[in-house]
């Protein structure tokens, strides 16, 4: 059975920073792309980024540049590590994996990612 097991949310000023942990279990680690999504309070679910399986990663236009996603293949953990920390950054933060081979242009979709862990929570006050 695969877990995706988040960590690391919490409360921070504007301008701090955070590092979010996903760790999986039950899967083949980093066969196939992983990701993050953001929902903030009242708002569709949103992709933040993703990383291949070649290591090529992708990001949402209003975190680039301040989030950057790795991973630990020896820990299986994802790992989203957020500096310049904005108030509309504030979200349920939900790591994501792939179950096969997506063509990297639909990294944004959700329904392209077969597992999801339980969601941590970021706030980030101003």
């Known amino acids: 059975q695969v877990q995706l097991v988040e960590s690391g949310g919490g409360s921070v000023q504007a301008g701090g920073s955070l590092r979010l942990s996903c760790q999986a279990s039950?899967?083949?680690?980093?066969?196939?792309?992983m990701g993050w999504f953001r929902q903030a309070q009242g708002k569709e679910r949103e992709a933040v980024a993703a990383?291949?399986?070649?290591?090529?990663?992708s990001y949402a236009d209003s975190v680039k540049g301040r989030f950057t996603i790795s991973e630990n293949n020896a820990k299986n953990t994802l790992y989203l590590q957020m500096n310049s920390l904005k108030s509309e950054d504030t979200a349920i933060y939900y790591c994501?994996?792939?179950?096969?081979?997506?063509?990297?242009?639909?990294?944004?979709?959700?329904?392209?990612?077969?597992?999801w862990g339980q969601g941590t929570p970021v706030t980030v006050s101003s």
């Open positions: 039950g899967y083949t680690y980093r066969r196939y792309c």
């Open positions: 990383i291949d399986s070649d290591v090529s990663t």
């Open positions: 994501a994996a792939q179950s096969r081979d997506w063509s990297r242009e639909f990294w944004r979709w959700e329904a392209v990612y077969k597992y």
